[in-house]
């Protein structure tokens, strides 16, 4: 062995010895071919491309829901959204639901160690009453974001791009402007969406910073609002790409990424934090070429097909992860579980449906995972997963398309009706990722019996809490930087700060 090699070795143990920082990094409706590292042509990743060249790439890498708030949940929870109640669809600036406290986030895990924790951009796990939802509630010590998705408000007199383009479309309507909040406290309302990225990148950069400086291991979530509808990008990227709004607000989320991974360097930590990369769900393929792209997979955001679940993910972790790819089936549940492994803390005890990852990320080896379930937008104890995977096979037990995913030339990702296919329509992932041939003849029953199997019980475990979502809304409950003012939406609406001054509301315990 060389000099060098045994340098290299000795550093990486003496990382790993000390408890590891984590670092997720979560885009928003982005497909799986977005990325150039996942093929295409005309996207400017650089730094994700970079993680992915120099890190794991996973190519059958899955999440739990097709729409943010359920996915969002068993990211941070370790299990599916019908056990944590977050579903039906997604939660409202008024929703009266939330995640439920009595849940235990990645968060609130990593607490337990002595770990600094930090949220920086979208949360939408709810707000409800005083803010019990939100996320300093939730096992982060700070968080500076909006707490929805940012087309939930009006947004047709925003900015979007610069000098003064206005965001494209109306987003919700009939509700207050989208609000920037600094851990409980609206900052402005509404948000800037031109400075948004340059806020979020010094919050996390000045987290980082205090947290080595108190020789503080730690937790970064950054949940990105790209490359969600409406895109916006600031002046350092608007006019960029050569794939127009969406590649510049693609291109601004990579920036971010970029400026994280410098503070780690400068900080002298980046060889002992793992940083882990997916998506909340498919692309949105009704807006077209503002939507995003799901490259060979099947339709999109709303749907159960491979386009709707299937996300890129890379794990980037120096000295410790070896680069290459790999075809292990993983999920965002096992975020929780390989986290709490790697930092040597105790798991809830709670039904966890996720697995740890760790025998993947540090020795390229084959995962316990074997199924993947997945549920509509909609579950219910009626119908429930829609379809399951068993190593390389998927059954679709029920289809139905969506109002998300029109515009394709595909019939199946806008056709509405659910249809009920018994015996469940067979694809092999594999060789046919694009679900196009349906093995229907009698020589896969073997596999059907298998999946069939493997369906049953994981239903018998299957508890569904109490829906959240269905709890209902409260325009009273919407956030606004003026309380008890009128009228209501019009009169909430606070003036720009200083970003200098978000970046100091820091918490590091």
């Not at 928003?28 to 005309?42: E, K, M, N, T």
């Not at 002298?268 to 909340?280: M, R």
């Amino acid at each position: 062995m060389s000099v060098i090699a045994l340098f290299a070795l000795i550093t990486a143990q003496c990382a790993r010895a000390s408890a590891p920082n984590f670092v997720l990094l979560f885009a928003d409706d982005l497909g799986y071919g977005d990325l150039g590292c996942f093929g295409h042509p005309s996207s400017l990743t650089p730094n994700l491309d970079r993680l992915a060249a120099r890190g794991l790439r996973f190519t059958d890498f899955y999440v739990t829901s097709a729409v943010c708030s359920p996915s969002r949940a068993a990211l941070l929870t370790g299990r599916y959204q019908t056990r944590s109640g977050i579903y039906p669809g997604v939660l409202y600036p008024g929703s009266k639901g939330g995640l439920p406290l009595n849940e235990t986030t990645v968060a609130e895990v990593l607490k337990s160690k002595g770990y600094a924790t930090a949220i920086v951009g979208k949360w939408h796990l709810g707000l409800g009453p005083n803010g019990i939802y939100l996320p300093t509630r939730q096992g982060f010590d700070s968080y500076l974001g909006i707490p929805y998705s940012h087309d939930q408000g009006p947004c047709q007199n925003l900015t979007c791009f610069p000098p003064d383009v206005k965001c494209y479309g109306f987003c919700d309507q009939g509700v207050v402007t989208v609000p920037l909040m600094c851990n409980e406290n609206i900052k402005r309302q509404p948000a800037d969406f031109l400075q948004l990225e340059k806020a979020y990148s010094e919050f996390a950069s000045q987290f980082i910073s205090d947290a080595v400086q108190n020789n503080h291991p730690f937790f970064l979530y950054y949940p990105s609002h790209h490359t969600h509808y409406p895109q916006y990008a600031g002046a350092d990227y608007a006019g960029k790409s050569p794939r127009g709004p969406f590649g510049d607000s693609l291109m601004e989320f990579d920036g971010t990424v970029g400026k994280i991974l410098r503070t780690l360097e400068e900080t002298g930590v980046i060889n002992n934090t793992l940083i882990f990369f997916t998506g909340d769900n498919g692309p949105e393929l009704m807006r077209k070429s503002r939507g995003g792209n799901a490259g060979l997979m099947k339709c999109g955001k709303s749907t159960t097909y491979e386009g709707g679940m299937r996300e890129p993910a890379i794990a980037y972790w120096p000295g410790s992860i070896q680069p290459g790819v790999t075809r292990a089936l993983a999920s965002s549940l096992d975020i929780l579980p390989t986290f709490a492994k790697l930092a040597g803390a105790a798991l809830p005890d709670v039904q966890l449906d996720g697995f740890d990852m760790t025998n993947i990320l540090l020795n390229h080896r084959p995962s316990e995972r074997k199924t993947i379930f997945y549920y509509p937008t909609d579950p219910s104890e009626k119908h429930s997963v829609f379809a399951v995977r068993w190593k390389n096979f998927k059954a679709h037990y029920y289809t139905r398309g969506a109002s998300h995913s029109r515009s394709t030339p595909d019939s199946d990702c806008s056709s509405l009706p659910l249809l009920h296919h018994d015996p469940p329509l067979l694809y092999n992932l594999e060789s046919d990722p694009s679900e196009y041939y349906n093995l229907n003849s009698s020589e896969w029953d073997s596999v059907l019996k298998q999946i069939q199997a493997a369906k049953e019980h994981f239903e018998a475990s299957m508890v569904f809490g109490e829906s959240e979502i269905s709890k209902g809304r409260d325009s009273a409950l919407e956030p606004c930087c003026i309380p008890n003012c009128t009228p209501k939406p019009e009169c909430c609406h606070l003036s720009p700060w200083p970003s200098k001054l978000i970046s100091r509301v820091i918490i590091v315990n």
